[in-house]
């Protein structure tokens, strides 16, 4: 969808996820208050900055996989954030340069910077989407004006769902995008857990996350199983980010307590 050449009203008043995320990943994409938010929280939980970098190494990987070793040519990106390289399209267009990506976010700083996300190869086709996860009948209507639903997609879903409560229908906004999808169609996805650190260290990040504009709700490995009912894991299954697939990236991997988000990818029988 392009801009029609009108900046968004933002609120730089309020932490919003996207900023703070930018923030963590040394972005300059953010306010003060996202940056306090930020550094409040990894006061609370050091390995935050950590946690975020290895979200993105996570990214590269698994589009990496779905691209060269499942074959997608075409994803479908909920929850994209701020540009941050590289994005996915630069990960599996430099796998096929055909390879056709759409774009899904709801920020008003992400619509703001739409235009750095539309610059793929000439070959494929990158695209943005004004949508908020909790409305698939909307993401799903327009990515069909780009993406063949009768071939496999690769859906995207990195760090977003923790940002909506059961309350708002998580899991059945996931299930109503993977039904859409056709066979062979792949679910990457991660999400924050207080599983692996203390329970005090838990509550003490929620008080400081608290006022921002979209506070983070922890799932147990359990919960965060659900998103993936009906679906083939790929292994090694259900790990934290930084162990997913990690031979295939040079360096060490950070601890389990030092990441603390789950990430898995799985495949539609």
């Known amino acids: 969808m392009p801009l029609d050449g009108k900046l968004p009203d933002i609120d730089t008043s309020v932490a919003h996820p996207a900023r703070r995320y930018n923030y963590w990943l040394g972005g300059k994409d953010n306010f003060a208050a996202d940056r306090e938010s930020g550094d409040a929280i990894a006061a609370a939980f050091?390995?935050?900055?950590?946690?975020?970098?290895?979200?993105r190494k996570f990214l590269r990987r698994a589009v990496r996989f779905l691209a060269?070793?499942?074959?997608?040519?075409?994803?479908?990106?909920?929850?994209?954030?701020?540009?941050?390289?590289?994005?996915?399209?630069?990960?599996?267009?430099d796998v096929d340069p055909s390879a056709r990506v759409v774009y899904v976010d709801n920020d008003p700083?992400?619509?703001?910077?739409?235009?750095?996300?539309?610059?793929g190869t000439d070959q494929g086709v990158t695209t943005y989407v004004d949508a908020d996860v909790r409305d698939p009948a909307r993401i799903?209507?327009?990515?069909r004006e780009t993406l063949d639903f009768d071939r496999p997609i690769g859906l995207t879903l990195l760090a977003i769902m923790h940002f909506v409560p059961d309350a708002d229908g998580a899991h059945t906004h996931v299930a109503e995008l993977v039904d859409a999808l056709p066979p062979g169609s792949y679910l990457?996805?991660?999400h924050a857990t207080g599983d692996f650190i203390p329970p005090e260290v838990v509550a003490e990040m929620a008080k400081r996350d608290a006022r921002s504009k979209s506070p983070v709700v922890d799932r147990d490995r359990a919960a965060f199983a659900r998103f993936f009912d009906g679906l083939e894991l790929v292994e090694p299954g259900i790990v934290t980010v930084a162990r997913w697939r990690e031979d295939t990236e040079d360096g060490d991997r950070p601890a389990d307590e030092t990441v603390s988000l789950y990430g898995a990818v799985a495949r539609k029988p």
């Open 188 to 190: 990457a996805l991660t």
């Open 109 to 119: 700083i992400v619509l703001a910077h739409a235009n750095a996300l539309l610059t």
């Open 68 to 93: 060269a070793d499942a074959g997608l040519r075409q994803f479908l990106d909920v929850g994209t954030g701020i540009p941050t390289t590289p994005n996915l399209h630069e990960v599996a267009q």
């Open 46 to 55: 050091p390995g935050m900055v950590i946690a975020a970098r290895e979200n």
């Open 140 to 143: 799903l209507a327009e990515a």
